[in-house]
């Protein structure tokens, strides 16, 4: 059982989760911080244009400063300013200031003389200003805004984010594992169909209505299906034909030896022999060409090498003249493959064996290169292969005229092994007419790649 923490949904959720909350963190930051600078900005232009209004104002003559805001101190040292004159005492000028009630004298006698470098940041008694000053005819005039009203704004802004941003992301958790749990349920459906079919059930297949990934996923599995109930019945198939065929020469062996045993006098000791010599011989070859094709099947062929086939299609015309059959070897031609010279052997002598059955005066076998391939022909002069069958011979089993091929020793496995050993070399075999109008079997493969 999955852990539900090492689940999609709970990875999908605890990812978006980590994703969103970086991304609100760091936007509630740079939102704070934006805010306070545009704040401050404010401010700033605020202090500078009063710094101009009063600066016009005095400018135009000694009199009060006009009204501004309760919470601006405006200062104006070296002009009747008793602490900071710059002047004579002889200087008798009146000194312009705010009225009493625009602004707190004490504060504003704690506003120090600024050099004319802009806005400045100062405090007077703890508290934050912006102040900024500027040369006048009647003395240095000093002006600031308190920043109280920012740092507030920005304090209840970050609280409101502090609150909002996990609000948000629950939301989110909330909404991901909502979503995650509606997308998975297919999956889940799909799981446990998939998880009820065993291999008595394997005509089963799963529901692929969706047009989605998951619809695709299903279709995929429906195919796998198929070829696991297809290569099951190909399975129980061969089984049924291996066992059939392997019962037949047991059963041969044991009426002759039943009837030598029961009438001594209706058979001989020699004809006893011969055929459990004949049958132990079939039933040998059988037995190897299933084993064969049980290793093919599984992918253990032998070791690959350069093999030289032209010299195994001589030998095999060697071993047919051998026999009384007259063979045609003037198309063997140079050609060489990489793979196992013990497979590659056996493929071309089940080709010259069943030639050799089929036909009626001669065989012609061919060797010789075609682009990248090393093409190997074995024609016979018999009756040839029908065409609706000349794909079917290749499977396990078939016989196209029965008793004769049991007659000639046939299995039913020879040009099974000789495709099984074709695909595993990476080539082909095929059937076709030949020109003298028997049968023509073409092993295609490639050709060996120059070091």
Request: glycine share 8%; aromatic share 2%; proline share 4%.
């Amino acid at each position: 059982m999955t852990s539900p923490l090492r689940s999609i949904r709970s990875r999908l959720t605890i990812g978006a989760l980590l994703i969103v909350a970086i991304a609100l963190i760091a936007g509630s930051f740079a939102a704070v911080q934006v805010l306070r600078a545009t704040l401050t900005d404010s401010v700033s232009a605020a202090v500078q244009q009063d710094v101009d209004t009063i600066s016009s104002q005095l400018d135009r003559g000694p009199g009060r400063v006009d009204a501004i805001d309760d919470d601006v101190l405006v200062r104006l040292q070296g002009a009747g300013d008793d602490s900071d004159d710059d002047h004579d005492d002889d200087d008798d000028r009146p000194a312009p200031a705010p009225a009493p009630d625009q602004t707190n004298d004490e504060d504003a006698r704690a506003l120090p003389a600024l050099d004319d470098g802009g806005v400045q940041r100062i405090e007077v008694d703890g508290e934050p200003y912006l102040a900024a000053s500027e040369h006048t005819d009647r003395g240095t005039l000093t002006v600031a805004r308190p920043l109280a009203g920012v740092d507030e704004a920005v304090s209840a802004s970050a609280a409101l984010l502090a609150v909002a941003v996990p609000l948000v992301l629950g939301l989110v958790g909330l909404v991901m594992w909502v979503v995650a749990t509606r997308a998975l349920a297919p999956v889940e459906r799909l799981r446990r169909q998939v998880d009820a079919i065993d291999a008595a059930g394997l005509d089963r297949r799963v529901d692929a209505a969706r047009d989605d990934e998951l619809g695709a996923l299903a279709h995929t599995m429906n195919r796998m299906l198929d070829r696991l109930e297809q290569s099951q019945t190909t399975q129980r198939r061969f089984v049924s034909d291996a066992s059939h065929e392997l019962r037949s020469p047991l059963a041969t062996i044991r009426q002759h030896a039943e009837l030598a045993a029961a009438h001594p006098e209706a058979s001989s000791l020699p004809v006893l022999s011969r055929v459990v010599l004949d049958e132990g011989e079939r039933m040998q070859e059988l037995v190897e060409g299933l084993l064969l094709l049980a290793r093919l099947d599984e992918g253990r062929g032998a070791a690959m090498a350069p093999t030289d086939v032209d010299d195994i299609a001589l030998a095999e015309v060697h071993r047919l003249r051998g026999m009384g059959i007259a063979v045609d070897a003037r198309g063997v031609g140079p050609g060489r493959v990489t793979g196992s010279a013990s497979l590659l052997a056996r493929a071309v002598r089940n080709l010259a064996d069943n030639a050799a059955r089929h036909a009626r005066q001669h065989v012609t076998i061919r060797v010789f290169e075609r682009d990248d391939r090393v093409v190997v022909q074995v024609e016979d002069d018999g009756s040839g292969i029908p065409a609706e069958q000349r794909e079917h011979i290749f499977d396990r089993f078939v016989r196209l005229d029965e008793a004769r091929a049991r007659d000639a020793g046939g299995s039913g496995l020879g040009l099974a092994i000789v495709r099984e050993i074709a695909l595993a070399h990476g080539g082909t075999v095929t059937a076709s007419d030949g020109a003298s109008g028997g049968a023509l079997m073409t092993l295609s493969l490639p050709r060996a790649t120059e070091v």
